[in-house]
T-cell receptor
Framework: DVKVTQSSRYLVKRTGEKVFLECVQD?????MFWYRQDPGLGLRLIYF???????EKGDIPEGYSVSREKKERFSLILESASTNQTSMYLC???????????FGSGTRLTVV | QKEVEQNSGPLSVPEGAIASLNCTYS??????FFWYRQYSGKSPELIMF????GDKEDGRFTAQLNKASQYVSLLIRDSQPSDSATYLC???????????FGKGTKLSVIP
């Protein structure tokens, strides 16, 4: 089975801190995604990547950046954390959109 | 803007009944359709996918697709309390990297 691993399950950070969320997949998937999920708003795409060093903005990229230096790793960076970035962050990977995604276990980030 | 619509629920069904979850989508070119189950505080888990019109059965789960009506559904037979979760519908277009997700329907199975 494909495994998508997110480095932290729970994270508490202070306002203004730079935050790194790491995601690693072990099945050579081309595509990787970062979503945030908030009650009533569903899953919202932040950034995605379809190849090493390639990145595309999703629906809500403001305040975030990403890095994909290796195929298996996709990092989400909060440049200066704010309280409105408190959320569940989900990483996913896929071979193709037609194959569906495999999600990581999620990181619940609280910014205080 | 591609949209996927689901009734947010909660949908309550008694244990042993059939739960019916529905989803409509706006992009007529959509080709792949998925149902994810998400328990509270956990990440989504793929439980069914369907590509062709008609029904696809896997155990107690049946996915139904009607492309002409732009409608996909998930039936859960003999519902169990362990089926209580939020069910997300997701849709992918031809050649697309991405899935478009609905906001999910919360299902509650009452013992």
């Amino acid at each position: 089975d494909v495994k998508v691993t997110q480095s932290s399950r729970y994270l508490v950070k202070r306002t203004g801190e730079k935050v790194f969320l790491e995601c690693v997949q072990d099945m050579d998937h081309e595509n990787m995604f970062w979503y945030r999920q908030d009650p009533g708003l569903g899953l919202r795409l932040i950034y995605f990547s379809y190849d090493v060093k390639m990145k595309e903005k999703g629906d809500i990229p403001e305040g975030y950046s990403v890095s994909r230096e290796k195929k298996e790793r996709f990092s989400l960076i909060l440049e200066s954390a704010s309280t409105n970035q408190t959320s569940m962050y989900l990483c996913a990977s896929s071979i193709r959109g037609s194959d569906g995604y495999t999600f990581g276990s999620g990181t619940r980030l609280t910014v205080v | 803007q591609k949209e996927v619509e689901q009734n947010s629920g909660p949908l309550s069904v008694p244990e042993g009944a059939i739960a019916s979850l529905n989803c409509t989508y706006s992009d007529r070119g959509s080709q792949s359709f998925f149902w994810y189950r998400q328990y509270s505080g956990k990440s989504p888990e793929l439980i069914m996918f369907i590509y062709s019109n008609g029904d696809k059965e896997d155990g107690r789960f049946t996915a139904q697709l009607n492309k002409a009506s732009q409608y996909v559904s998930l039936l859960i037979r003999d519902s169990q309390p362990s089926d209580s979760a939020t069910y997300l519908c997701a849709v992918s277009g031809a050649g697309s990297y991405q899935l478009t997700f609905g906001k999910g329907t919360k299902l509650s199975v009452i013992p």
